[in-house]
């Protein structure tokens, strides 16, 4: 039998070997772990400005309000994650980062580029995004999840459940769905799932979901008024924690 772990590029293993490719320039790594510390994002920044630190590795946070006067090359790599990724936002979350990094390469007369680690080069919203920019990326985008029956067309709320044991969120969503069985009869709500969730485990508890779906918004909070107390009452209730996002930001 194979083993098969999940190996990541993250910021630290960037970091690593960018610093063994280039071991004569200075490097500066911006992230959540290395600004924890109060004043350390000034520090780094400041860092970044004065021309000490020649290269940069971080999150998106990088990409965001900063102005970096020498910066005139930046690369994103792993840009599939937003391609292909299991939240209907993540190809317009990658749109945003784009032109945000775009933005940071390249001031005043100094001329930037930007470049992408892909292996779908020929992805078709990548290229409407590069080609005709997020005007015409959002176009199609939106026309995308028009037909697919999501937001901004569709209201959603995702209902959520958690436990230290492994089968009990996934009982109780299932519980969950056939009491929303018994209310959706006449109205346009439609219930999918339940599911493990993106990301099954967290912090030592398993995760699972159940998303409710309507093309109307008032049928589907109708639904929600009668269906929400009703799930207090559930006997598996007291060995999950659970929660009803309606609107959801993200589907993790």
Do not use: C
Not at 162 to 188: D, G, I, R
Not at 226 to 244: C, D, G, M, Q, Y
């Amino acid at each position: 039998m194979v083993a098969l772990q999940p190996l990541g590029t993250g910021t630290e293993r960037l970091e690593q070997g960018l610093a063994k490719r280039f071991p004569n320039y200075p490097l500066v790594r911006i992230d959540r772990d290395t600004t924890r510390r109060r004043g350390a994002l000034d520090t780094l920044l400041n860092e970044v400005r004065s021309g000490q630190a020649r290269i940069l590795v971080g999150t998106q946070m990088l990409a965001k309000g900063h102005d970096f006067p020498e910066v005139t090359l930046v690369v994103v790599v792993d840009v599939d994650q937003g391609l292909y990724g299991v939240d209907f936002r993540a190809s317009e979350r990658l749109a945003q980062l784009l032109v945000q990094v775009a933005g940071r390469a390249g001031r005043a007369d100094k001329p930037g580029q930007v470049l992408l680690q892909t292996h779908s080069p020929d992805h078709p919203l990548l290229h409407t995004l590069l080609n005709g920019g997020y005007p015409a990326f959002a176009e199609v985008s939106l026309a995308e999840r028009a037909q697919a029956e999501w937001p901004p067309y569709y209201a959603l709320a995702l209902l959520r459940a958690e436990a230290t044991e492994q089968n009990s969120p996934l009982h109780f969503l299932q519980k969950a769905h056939e009491l929303a069985t018994t209310l959706v009869a006449n109205t346009a709500v439609q219930i999918l799932g339940p599911v493990s969730a993106p990301m099954e485990r967290r912090a030592g508890r398993y995760r699972a979901q159940l998303l409710v779906q309507s093309s109307r918004r008032a049928d589907l909070q109708k639904f929600l008024d009668i269906w929400t107390p009703a799930l207090e009452a559930l006997p598996l209730n007291r060995k999950v924690r659970w929660s009803l996002d309606v609107d959801p930001v993200e589907m993790f």
